[in-house]
């Protein structure tokens, strides 16, 4: 099976691997010719990788993961949430090439970090300086989420 690696651009430039709904930052060159690419949360001890050919070809996916994807949460009261990084999300509008915005759910302190969400669910652009911590959520028995 060939895949073809799939890239988002953070606003400071950096440029992530996307697959999966994980993403992966550069972190070498391989023998082979091409990139490493680590999850980004190798510092929580994640050991998922990639391997990429000069050709964007993914080459090696070690994809045994020790945290959860991007996903969404559903809070109790009802309202859909998307979680990156132990930060949520909320939507609050439509992007002009198709897709919606999410901000941080603390934008009301301030927070700038949003995040552009392709219709397949893609993350295609994904600011990420938070001005506070991530807020803990816990998951309930009926599978919905609480703010502690
Ligand atoms: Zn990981
Ligand atoms: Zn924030």
């Given at each position: 099976m060939i895949l073809l690696a799939t890239y988002i651009t953070l606003t400071r430039g950096t440029r992530l691997l996307l697959l999966n709904e994980y993403t992966y930052s550069k972190s070498g060159p391989i023998r082979a010719g091409g990139f490493r690419y680590s999850c980004s949360s190798v510092h929580k001890g994640c050991k998922a990788h990639v391997h990429v050919s000069?050709?964007?070809?993914?080459?090696?996916?070690?994809?045994?993961?020790?945290h959860e994807p991007t996903t969404y949460i559903t809070l109790t009261r009802g309202t859909k949430l998307l979680l990156l990084n132990e930060y949520t999300y909320f939507k609050s509008g439509y992007v002009r090439a198709g897709g919606s915005r999410y901000s941080c759910s603390?934008?009301?302190?301030?927070?700038?970090a949003h995040l552009h969400i392709s219709?397949?669910?893609?993350?295609?652009?994904?600011?990420?300086?938070?001005c506070h911590p991530p807020s803990k959520y816990i998951r309930t028995k009926s599978g919905l989420y609480m703010k502690v």
């Open positions: 000069r050709d964007d070809l993914i080459l090696l996916a070690a994809t045994e993961h020790n603390s934008v009301h302190k301030g927070c700038k219709k397949e669910d893609v993350i295609t652009l994904a600011v990420t300086e938070h």
